[in-house]
Every structure is written in structure tokens, then in C-alpha cells.
């Protein structure tokens, strides 16, 4: 059974600096992953998205690395600001089953001035 | 713009008067799927249609109806609805279409349900 984890569960950092944002998964045979931001109380905002024959994909200040054989992906956010405050989730799409989207508990990420 | 529109977005209801929440998308997606949100449980999947007349259970559809009669449109009804269906919806699409960003998921805004 996938499982998708993300740590850690919350971060706090001052403006600036550059993090990364863990998310491993249990099973290598996924169809793609996807990182989403999510505001309190709004919906989920799609961010990056990397299919399995992919290895990384950029969007701005946002790199997303796809590692299947080590079951990981990391989000690295360069040059955070406080507008980047927001919970981070990540979500794999498991293969043989198309329907089937697998969340992690998000990284809740606070960007201070 | 591309987008996933649900309504209404707040709804306060009493057990048992059935309320629909509508879905509609304007990007011509095969997929759509409904999830529910709550602390501590993330976000669980209810109903999912990979195309008009074409839906499925997901991990949670007790207590929901679904249909799809319409492609750009994924109604979710609650025909008797309890508190324990108290929450965040939320209703979400994707293309099946060969491609790069085939199978990227995009979200409506949120339908906070309160059942009393």
C-alpha cells in the first residue's frame, strides 16, 4: 500500500533563505507527482508536476526533484519570501490505478520578515 | 481562465435536507473527482468519473451520490445529510490526454459544509 510522507511537518524560517521540503513515498511504481500549495481555508493550487520519466521540473523560484528509485521528491524554494507562508502538499499518482491520487499531511511553512 | 468552479462555498444545512454542491470546469478534462478534507485526515477522495456517465467509489462515498451527465459538470449530492459530513470539499480535474502535464489536478476553491 503507497504510503506518502512529508517531513517536516512544519517549518518556520526567516525571509530569504532557500529550503527544501521533503516527500517520500513507499512504492516506485507511480504514474507522477504532483506539489501543491494550499492556503488556510482555500483551495489547492498546482505547482510543479513531474511525470515518472522525469527527474526534475522548475517553475521560478521552485525546483522539484523526483528520485523513484529512493521513493523521494524534494521542493526547494529559493530566496523565501512571506508570501511563500502556506501548507505544501505532495500527492502520487499510483500506477495501474489512474483514479488513485495518494496525499501527503503537508508541510506547513511560515515565512517570517 | 482555466479554472474549477464550485458553488455554493459556505453552506450551513440541519440532518436530512438534501443539498447538491455543482463542479463545472472549462478545461474539457476527461477526469474529475471530489475529495474531502478534514483535521487530521487529509484529504480523502469520495466519488471520481474518468468521463461522461463514467464514475466510481473512491475511499469515502458513503453517505454522497455522484453523476456525470455532462462533461464539464460533476454535481456531488448529499441526499440526507449528517454532521458527521461536516467539512471541506473540495471538487478537482484533470486531462487524460497523452501529453506533458497530462494527469496535473486542478482544484476548485472550497465548499465549507456545515451540518447541524
Known amino acids: 500500500k503507497q504510503e506518502v510522507t512529508q517531513i517536516p511537518a512544519a517549518l518556520s524560517v526567516p525571509e530569504g533563505e532557500n529550503l527544501v521540503l521533503n516527500c517520500s513515498f513507499t512504492d516506485s511504481a507511480i504514474y507522477n507527482l504532483q506539489w501543491f500549495r494550499q492556503d488556510p481555508g482555500k483551495g489547492l493550487t498546482s505547482l510543479l508536476l513531474?511525470?515518472?520519466?522525469?527527474r526534475e521540473q522548475t517553475s521560478g523560484r521552485l525546483n522539484a526533484s523526483l528520485d523513484k528509485s529512493s521513493g523521494r521528491s524534494t521542493l526547494y524554494i529559493a530566496a523565501s519570501q512571506p508570501g511563500d507562508s502556506a501548507t505544501y502538499l505532495c500527492?502520487?499518482?499510483?500506477?495501474?490505478?489512474?483514479?488513485?491520487?495518494?496525499f501527503g499531511a503537508g508541510t506547513r511553512l511560515a515565512v517570517h520578515p | 481562465e482555466a479554472q474549477v468552479t464550485q458553488n455554493p462555498r459556505y453552506l450551513i444545512t440541519v440532518t436530512g435536507k438534501k443539498l447538491t454542491v455543482t463542479c463545472s470546469q472549462n478545461?474539457?478534462?476527461?477526469?474529475m473527482s471530489w475529495y474531502r478534507q478534514d483535521p487530521g485526515l487529509g484529504l480523502r477522495q469520495i466519488y471520481y468519473?474518468?468521463?461522461?456517465?463514467?464514475?466510481d467509489k473512491g475511499d469515502v462515498p458513503e453517505g454522497y451520490k455522484v453523476s456525470r451527465k455532462e462533461k464539464r459538470n460533476f454535481p456531488l449530492i448529499l441526499e440526507s445529510p449528517s454532521p458527521n459530513q461536516t467539512s471541506l470539499y473540495f471538487c478537482?480535474?484533470?486531462?487524460?490526454?497523452?501529453?506533458?502535464?497530462?494527469?496535473?489536478?486542478?482544484f476548485g476553491e472550497g465548499s465549507r459544509l456545515t451540518v447541524l
Open positions: 468519473s474518468m468521463n461522461v456517465e463514467v464514475t
Open positions: 478545461m474539457n478534462h476527461e477526469y
Open positions: 478537482a480535474s484533470s486531462s487524460l490526454q497523452a501529453g506533458p502535464n497530462t494527469g496535473e489536478l486542478f
Open positions: 513531474i511525470q515518472s520519466s522525469q
Open positions: 500527492a502520487v499518482r499510483i500506477s495501474g490505478g489512474y483514479n488513485k491520487l495518494i
